[in-house]
Nanobody, 115 residues
Framework: QVQLVESGGGLVQPGGSLRLSCLVS????????MRWHRQAPGKQRELVAS???????NVAESVKGRFTISRDNAKNTVFLQMNSLKPEDTAVYYC?????????WGQGTLVTVSS
């Protein structure tokens, strides 16, 4: 059974930073692509950043230069470093694992950017 558990969300002031973590149970992490998505109130879920099994990365234009995705295969963990946060980054952030037809999601962690 594969489980994804996000952590690191919270309340931060505009311009601040947070680092989200997603711990993946099971043995498939190192072979899997990982993604971070977010969903703001009243909006559709959107892809924020992705990383392949061999650490090639992509980030959405809206967060380019501010967010960085990385992974530690030894710890079965993927990270999302978020800098220069803006109020419009407020959302529930979800971790997502993809391997072939496998598609697993975490429960989400809330990030609130507000003064």
């Amino acid at each position: 059974q594969v489980q994804l558990v996000e952590s690191g969300g919270g309340l931060v002031q505009p311009g601040g930073s947070l680092r989200l973590s997603c711990l993946v149970s099971g043995s498939i992490f190192s072979r899997s692509a990982m993604r971070w998505h977010r969903q703001a109130p009243g909006k559709q879920r959107e892809l924020v950043a992705s990383i392949t099994f061999d650490s090639s990365t992509n980030v959405a234009e809206s967060v380019k230069g501010r967010f960085t995705i990385s992974r530690d295969n030894a710890k079965n963990t993927v990270f999302l470093q978020m800098n220069s946060l803006k109020p419009e980054d407020t959302a529930v952030y979800y971790c997502n694992l993809r391997l072939g037809i496998l598609n697993y999601w975490g429960q989400g962690t809330l990030v609130t950017v507000s003064s």
